[in-house]
């Protein structure tokens, strides 16, 4: 197969939702139909399990194990697709953030009687900064569900993207009786376990008076009236609006029940893109290019403090990346070969000689990289789309042991290269202090600092509400804000200018106050 054929049947995506959406079963189903599993309950999850928030080495040790689940490769109808496993776990919401980052594509898992949940909201902001093409897949039919209408229009006003059904349910809960697919015409009943139509039997004309037969009178109208209203609202999937993340093609199903899966995963497999040209600062870096790029969206440590090695995963960009090759760490300018690169394909990781854009590939790493890192064949290119977001708690962090102050420099520096919170320091005590998404990541931070790097930190308190990154749109009134608001103001890793607000209101006041200043809540604007 030829270079351009390896990348146009790549697919890569990750799926998001809120927890307990139903994200793990579906990406179970997923992998099953692709062969790639073979029982269910084979995908040890990034999930993490409820009970275990106040544990959060249980959390760690659940990370550990799915490492090999952070990517899952498999082959369906001759397409080559890479899962991007998101972890559900709020606090660790800035993970799936930079995952994102490399996906092409997105599915959203949507609890149909939950409806739109603020994790799901969270990470559609996200897709609709990057553009990201989206699929809804609307999950649990077989609970009593919300009235799809409804669920429509809650999701075009929350998730703000127009919406475009291609499966239709049949009732819900205990009348639920299938999907009548719009995509490729054709009516899938539904009975506990996942059956479709009895062999032998399909019914492709919804005239067809099989219909009555299988779902009853009523629910035969109701289907007829409801498919005729949306053929009238909805006037088919526009292939380029769903790239272009206008519109969202809509599937309705039970991936408990493997219900309404195979058509989901066959409309996606002809629809969603293959690995899209990302921008870097000097340029846009097309999939094609026959030389290699790529760039770093996670980094996982090993745990262990005998073994302190990482794997950094990379998502190829363009051209071939091959194994025991020269490659330029464009951050460090230094040349960089990897004798070990591993690819996923479901749950097992193995050594490969070659890689396309759109796969993932696991890099031995003993502290060369860091989060948003660009490779290439010696071009100096970065990688744009990787941004920091304003961290919701922050503590200042205190060196506990003095004997050990060039550790906790190590320690604290290599912790948030992986991503693992954001270090900023107050320009006006030189105070430093840690940004994170969610509390447990203060425990892990100081757990890891003491098991991995012998060092002892103290925590203060801190009571701020964002951290926002200034765009000046004229130098002297940042001179001036600088001056004014010389307390609050902090550098992050890179030297950008980051304000501390500590209430939404000073935030407010501010923004009033200075107009020719951009308050971000992203790095990257
Ligand atoms: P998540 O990864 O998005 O957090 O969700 P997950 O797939 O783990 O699903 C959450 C719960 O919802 C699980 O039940 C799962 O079995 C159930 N579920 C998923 N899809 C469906 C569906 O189509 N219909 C119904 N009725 N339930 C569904 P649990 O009891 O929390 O966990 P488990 O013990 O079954 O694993």
Redesign the pocket.
Same mark, same amino acid.
């Not at 054929?5 to 099953?32: Q, V």
């Not at 599993?37 to 009970?51: L, P, R």
């Not at 075009?156 to 499966?167: A, F, G, R, Y």
């Not at 951050?331 to 193995?350: D, E, I, Q, V």
């Given at each position: 197969m030829g270079f351009k054929e390896e990348i146009e049947r790549r697919r890569t995506f990750g799926i998001i @939702?809120?927890? %307990?959406?139903? /994200?793990?079963?579906?990406?179970?189903k997923l992998l099953l139909f692709g062969g790639a599993i073979h029982i269910a309950g084979a995908v040890k @999850?990034n /999930?993490i399990k409820k009970t275990a928030t106040s544990d959060f080495m249980e959390i760690e040790r659940q990370r550990g194990i799915s490492v090999a689940t952070s990517v899952m490769g498999f082959e369906y109808g001759g397409v080559k697709i890479n899962i991007l496993d998101t972890p559900?776990h709020q606090d660790f919401a800035e993970d799936t953030f930079r995952t994102l980052t490399a996906c092409d594509c997105v599915i959203i898992?949507v609890d149909a009687a939950k409806g739109v949940e603020t994790q799901t909201r969270k990470l559609m902001q996200v897709c609709r900064m990057r553009k990201t093409p989206v699929m809804v897949f609307i #999950? /649990? +039919? %077989?609970?009593p569900a919300q009235d799809p209408f409804d669920l429509l229009d809650e999701i075009e006003k929350e998730l703000q993207i127009q919406v475009n059904p291609l499966s239709w349910p049949i009732g819900n809960g205990e009348t639920f009786r299938g999907v009548y697919n719009l995509f490729d015409e054709g009516l899938y009943l539904f009975s506990p376990g996942g059956q479709t139509l009895p062999e032998g039997i399909e019914i492709r004309d919804l005239n067809s008076p099989d219909l009555e037969k299988y779902v009853g009178e009523r629910a035969a109208a109701g289907l007829r009236e409801n498919i005729e209203l949306i053929r009238e609202v909805y006037p088919g999937i526009d292939r380029q609006e769903y790239l272009e993340a206008q519109v969202a093609p809509f599937f309705f199903? @039970?991936? +408990? #029940?493997n219900?309404g899966i195979k058509e989901l995963l066959d409309c996606f497999i002809r629809i969603a893109p293959s690995p899209l040209p990302r921008e870097t600062e000097e340029r846009t870096v097309r999939a094609d290019e026959e030389k290699f790029t790529g760039f770093v969206f996670k980094i996982h440590a090993n745990m262990d403090p005998n073994h302190r090695d990482r794997i950094a995963f990379v998502k190829i960009c363009s051209g071939t990346f091959r194994r025991n090759t020269n490659y330029l760490h464009v951050r460090s300018n230094k040349m960089l070969k990897f004798s070990t690169p591993t690819a996923f394909m479901a749950s097992k990781k193995s050594i490969i000689d070659e890689a396309y854009p759109g796969d993932i590939i696991g890099l031995h790493d003993t502290g060369n990289f860091k989060i948003g890192d660009t490779l290439t064949e010696g071009e100096k290119l970065h990688f744009k789309g990787i941004p920091s977001f304003s961290p919701e708690l922050f503590k200042y962090i205190e060196n506990a042991d003095p004997m050990k102050s060039k550790q906790l420099a190590k320690g604290v520096d290599q912790l948030m290269d992986e991503g693992v919170a954001q270090l900023f320091v107050n320009q006006f005590n030189g105070r430093k202090l840690i940004g994170t998404v969610g509390a447990l990541q203060f425990e892990v931070i100081e757990y890891r600092l003491l098991h991995e790097y012998g060092a002892s930190c103290r925590w203060e308190n801190l009571n701020l509400y964002k951290a926002c990154w200034l765009e000046a749109l004229d130098e002297k009134e940042l001179a001036e804000f600088k001056k004014h608001k010389a307390q609050y103001m902090a550098k992050d890793k890179q030297g950008r200018d980051v304000f501390l607000a500590d209430s939404a209101y000073i935030l407010q006041m501010a923004q009033e106050n200075y107009k020719k200043l951009v308050f971000h809540f992203t790095s990257e604007f």
């Amino acid at each position: 197969m030829g270079f351009k054929e390896e990348i146009e049947r790549r697919r890569t995506f990750g799926i998001i @939702s809120h927890p %307990d959406a139903g /994200k793990t079963t579906l990406t179970e189903k997923l992998l099953l139909f692709g062969g790639a599993i073979h029982i269910a309950g084979a995908v040890k @999850s990034n /999930k993490i399990k409820k009970t275990a928030t106040s544990d959060f080495m249980e959390i760690e040790r659940q990370r550990g194990i799915s490492v090999a689940t952070s990517v899952m490769g498999f082959e369906y109808g001759g397409v080559k697709i890479n899962i991007l496993d998101t972890p559900g776990h709020q606090d660790f919401a800035e993970d799936t953030f930079r995952t994102l980052t490399a996906c092409d594509c997105v599915i959203i898992v949507v609890d149909a009687a939950k409806g739109v949940e603020t994790q799901t909201r969270k990470l559609m902001q996200v897709c609709r900064m990057r553009k990201t093409p989206v699929m809804v897949f609307i #999950n /649990k +039919l %077989d609970r009593p569900a919300q009235d799809p209408f409804d669920l429509l229009d809650e999701i075009e006003k929350e998730l703000q993207i127009q919406v475009n059904p291609l499966s239709w349910p049949i009732g819900n809960g205990e009348t639920f009786r299938g999907v009548y697919n719009l995509f490729d015409e054709g009516l899938y009943l539904f009975s506990p376990g996942g059956q479709t139509l009895p062999e032998g039997i399909e019914i492709r004309d919804l005239n067809s008076p099989d219909l009555e037969k299988y779902v009853g009178e009523r629910a035969a109208a109701g289907l007829r009236e409801n498919i005729e209203l949306i053929r009238e609202v909805y006037p088919g999937i526009d292939r380029q609006e769903y790239l272009e993340a206008q519109v969202a093609p809509f599937f309705f199903g @039970s991936a +408990l #029940n493997n219900f309404g899966i195979k058509e989901l995963l066959d409309c996606f497999i002809r629809i969603a893109p293959s690995p899209l040209p990302r921008e870097t600062e000097e340029r846009t870096v097309r999939a094609d290019e026959e030389k290699f790029t790529g760039f770093v969206f996670k980094i996982h440590a090993n745990m262990d403090p005998n073994h302190r090695d990482r794997i950094a995963f990379v998502k190829i960009c363009s051209g071939t990346f091959r194994r025991n090759t020269n490659y330029l760490h464009v951050r460090s300018n230094k040349m960089l070969k990897f004798s070990t690169p591993t690819a996923f394909m479901a749950s097992k990781k193995s050594i490969i000689d070659e890689a396309y854009p759109g796969d993932i590939i696991g890099l031995h790493d003993t502290g060369n990289f860091k989060i948003g890192d660009t490779l290439t064949e010696g071009e100096k290119l970065h990688f744009k789309g990787i941004p920091s977001f304003s961290p919701e708690l922050f503590k200042y962090i205190e060196n506990a042991d003095p004997m050990k102050s060039k550790q906790l420099a190590k320690g604290v520096d290599q912790l948030m290269d992986e991503g693992v919170a954001q270090l900023f320091v107050n320009q006006f005590n030189g105070r430093k202090l840690i940004g994170t998404v969610g509390a447990l990541q203060f425990e892990v931070i100081e757990y890891r600092l003491l098991h991995e790097y012998g060092a002892s930190c103290r925590w203060e308190n801190l009571n701020l509400y964002k951290a926002c990154w200034l765009e000046a749109l004229d130098e002297k009134e940042l001179a001036e804000f600088k001056k004014h608001k010389a307390q609050y103001m902090a550098k992050d890793k890179q030297g950008r200018d980051v304000f501390l607000a500590d209430s939404a209101y000073i935030l407010q006041m501010a923004q009033e106050n200075y107009k020719k200043l951009v308050f971000h809540f992203t790095s990257e604007f």
